[in-house]
């Protein structure tokens, strides 16, 4: 059930620190990885939210046994798939993208479904390069079938993934367990989000799979065992990004702890970015720490990599002086909802001026008023408006439910970012 939620304005500079949740990409990646492995695996402060509970119900229709430790723990004990199972995806991306494979391998049927608006996402590149690897699929998008065979032939495949980095990702990740591995090819426009497949060819490899992703656009995975993980689950780093945004637009200080010094997480990215647009920026001991300009600068960035940033930073360069493109998401248009048009239709109608180009926007800062702000079911539009909310009163979000999908105490921790001390 849609909830509305007026967002709370700022009334000084937010200063605070933000402990944030395991990451939604990491999580979900090693409970499938999980589900492969050859014993049982432990993910110590795994993501709890919609798209996580998802993969974990989807694996447990499968077969896998997933139950929690005694501190914040995720206990996996990988079983031989099997259907017959439903599979619920919810919204997910990850879901609907990295189960498939995974089903594929099963004994038995497997139904997949989702929300309403998950049907439009992009989906067929997934299931036709699983039929071209001997899978029986019938569909070629939400919902579809899966009819296990037990096995998966594998072998070599060429898709087009420039509409989504997961098509790889996906396909990847069970690949160890076809009986002849993946040799993968993309072929056409760019890749979006390759940070993400990185994620995925470094967890592969922790787990002792093979791959050679020394040529751009192949990846090889070779056919055998998936080591058991016990994984320490980074904090979301996109999903710390509206809590560092705050600190930019009301030229206060946020620290988000255990910020790591390494990661593949795409949203480490933010750091440059809030560079860009005049805030500075500091990572040691205490995590990263933001420090917000009396004046946030307008910045052209190019957010392929990071596209599921572009909802904080559309929100920022709204509150900017000076104008700003972002550009290289024309993929952006398949996400949750078609977040460019979302993010014109929503900042125009608090009287900002936003154009879509071909692969990104325009945005063009002005003096904003309050009014309602769609969410469109995406949790990325809901935060998008909480940080425009910091500087503009009367702004009411339709839905913040939809923050459920990363982050469920999204709304408890907006209002610790704006009252510390209670
Ligand atoms: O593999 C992942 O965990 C993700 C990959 C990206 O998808 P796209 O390549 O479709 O943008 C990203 O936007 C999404 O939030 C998470
Ligand atoms: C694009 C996103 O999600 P999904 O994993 O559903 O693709 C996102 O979280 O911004």
């Keep these: 059930m849609s909830h509305p939620w007026s967002a709370p304005v700022a009334r000084d500079a937010v200063r605070a620190t933000v402990t944030i949740p395991g990451s939604k990409s990491l999580t979900n990646r090693a409970l499938v990885l999980a589900a492969l492995a ?23 229709a499968l ?40 089903a594929s391998l099963a004994t038995g049927p497997v139904t997949f479904d989702g929300d309403p608006q998950a049907r439009k996402r992009p989906l067929s590149t997934v299931l036709d390069g699983l039929r071209a690897l001997g899978a029986d699929i019938e569909g070629t998008a939400l919902p579809f079938e899966v009819r296990g065979q037990g096995a998966l032939p594998g072998g070599r495949v060429t898709i087009d993934a420039s509409a989504s980095s997961q098509f790889v990702s996906g396909l990847l990740l069970s690949a160890a367990r076809f009986d002849h ?36 656009d192949v990846w090889r995975v070779k056919p055998g065992p998936v080591d058991p993980l016990d994984l ?44 860009r647009m005049g805030v500075h920026v500091r990572l040691d001991g ?51 909802t078609d977040r460019l048009a979302a993010l014109q239709h929503e900042l125009n109608s608090l009287g900002s001026s936003v154009q879509q180009t071909d692969d990104g926007l325009l945005i063009e800062p002005r003096p904003l008023h309050g009014g309602t702000w769609h969410s469109y079911a995406d949790h990325r539009m809901a935060t998008a408006g909480a940080i425009l909310g910091l500087r503009v009163p009367g702004i009411t979000l339709d839905d913040i439910t939809t923050t459920s999908k990363t982050l469920p105490d999204f709304t408890g921790m907006w209002s610790t970012l704006l009252d510390p001390v209670s």
Excluded at 303 to 325: D, F, I, K, Y
Aim: proline fraction near 9%; include cysteine.
């Design 232 to 275: 320490d689950v980074e904090p979301d780093l996109s999903n710390a990004t509206p809590f560092l945004a705050a600190a930019a637009v009301t030229a206060g200080e946020v620290t988000v702890p255990g910020w790591p010094e390494h990661t593949n997480q795409a949203g480490d990215a933010i750091r440059d970015i809030l560079e």
């Design 63 to 102: 077969g896998t046994r997933i139950t929690d430790g005694p501190r914040d723990e995720w206990l996996i004990t990988p079983v031989s798939p099997h259907g017959p199972a439903e599979v619920d995806c919810g919204l997910a991306g990850t879901v609907m993208r990295f189960v498939p494979p995974l």
């Design 38 to 60: 050859d014993g049982p695996s432990t993910l110590h402060g795994p993501l709890r939210s919609r798209d996580t509970e998802l993969m974990a119900a989807a694996l447990r």
């Design 181 to 216: 591995g993946i040799t993968l090819v993309h072929e056409g426009e760019s890749v979006p989000s390759l940070p993400h497949i990185d994620m995925t060819v470094t967890m592969l490899r922790a787990a002792g799979v093979e791959v050679d992703d020394r040529q751009p």
């Design 286 to 336: 205490a995590g990263l720490t933001v420090t917000g300009p009396e004046k946030l600068e307008g910045a052209d960035v190019d957010l392929h990599a990071v596209g599921e940033l572009t909802p904080t930073v559309a929100a920022m360069a709204a509150c900017a002086h000076g104008s700003s493109r972002l550009r290289g998401i024309a993929h952006l248009r398949g996400h949750e």
